[in-house]
């Protein structure tokens, strides 16, 4: 008899914990207190803000232009090439001269120029003054044919003469390898302007244009022909000199006689008789 109370009791036992944890899971404990229980101290600040994203990358630089403007000249920052020792330009460099092509019909005031073809020292000076002289040609050909008119264009070659660098060394040689584009004529407009003091802004009242023309250079001759011309002008100087030299004697000695007759006593005058008047023919 004990022992079954003790297996109901047990039973019993398991019957309860199955309960409280049937309402641990799924049901609900309500509060029993009869107070708010209050929670002291200070509660701690709030987190920081996160950080701003970092600026974006500042956008690169841009390239600088081949080809400006800039002191009567178009400058270009590379080198026109050619096929070695000969006027043909080589393909790498049509770009290049597609931008001068835009800058110069860009810019109508620009009237005339001169493009020119240098050398350097290296090898037969006359050699490099024909290249450089037809290279000159060669560039001038490519701006006409893509569309810059023949009239606002001079070409010449001017050889080794006219160096930018030292020519004893690689370097400087491939420096005074080059071809310019100097500005000779072009158009200047000068304004005349008022400022509102009521806007600030600018009123043109007056414009000028004119015509700016810079004397074009001309080509050195060869060695011979030079020569030729310092003899010519130098006979010719002294020519001048020696024809000068006999003028002066010549005017000289006319004044010396000149003071000579006026030293001379005058003579004095020889009076002529009275002539007696025939008879008149009847």
Do not use: W
């Not at 024909?130 to 264009?153: F, I, N, Q, T, W």
């Amino acid at each position: 008899m004990k022992f079954g109370m003790q297996k109901k009791y047990i039973a019993q036992l398991v019957l309860l914990c199955g309960a409280v944890v049937i309402s641990g899971c799924g049901g609900t404990v309500a509060f029993q207190g009869k107070q708010a229980l209050s929670v002291t101290g200070t509660p701690p600040p709030p987190p920081p803000p996160p950080p701003p994203p970092p600026p974006p990358p500042p956008p690169p630089p841009a390239p600088p232009p081949r080809v400006e403007i800039r002191d009567n000249k178009i400058e270009i920052h590379e080198k026109i090439q050619f096929a070695v020792n000969k006027a043909t330009i080589l393909e790498a460099s049509f770009g290049l001269l597609d931008d001068i092509v835009k800058v110069i019909k860009d810019n109508p005031y620009v009237k005339k120029v001169a493009i020119e073809g240098h050398a350097s020292a290296e090898g037969d000076k006359k050699l490099n003054l024909k290249l450089s002289d037809d290279r000159a040609k060669s560039v001038m050909k490519y701006l006409v044919d893509h569309g810059v008119e023949k009239e606002r264009l001079t070409a010449k070659g001017f050889g080794s003469t006219k160096p930018i660098a030292d020519n004893d060394t690689e370097e400087g040689r491939e420096k005074n390898r080059r071809v310019e584009f100097n500005i000779v004529e072009q158009d200047v407009t000068q304004k005349k302007v008022e400022i509102d003091p009521t806007t600030g802004k600018e009123k043109v009242i007056e414009e000028k244009k004119s015509t700016e023309k810079k004397e074009d250079v001309a080509a050195p001759a060869d060695e011979a022909d030079k020569k030729a011309a310092d003899k010519k002008a130098a006979d010719k100087k002294a020519a001048d000199k020696k024809a000068d030299k006999a003028e002066k004697k010549a005017a000289d000695k006319k004044a010396d006689e000149k003071k000579a007759d006026e030293k001379k006593p005058a003579k004095p005058e020889m009076l002529k008789p009275p002539t007696t008047p025939g008879p008149s023919a009847k």
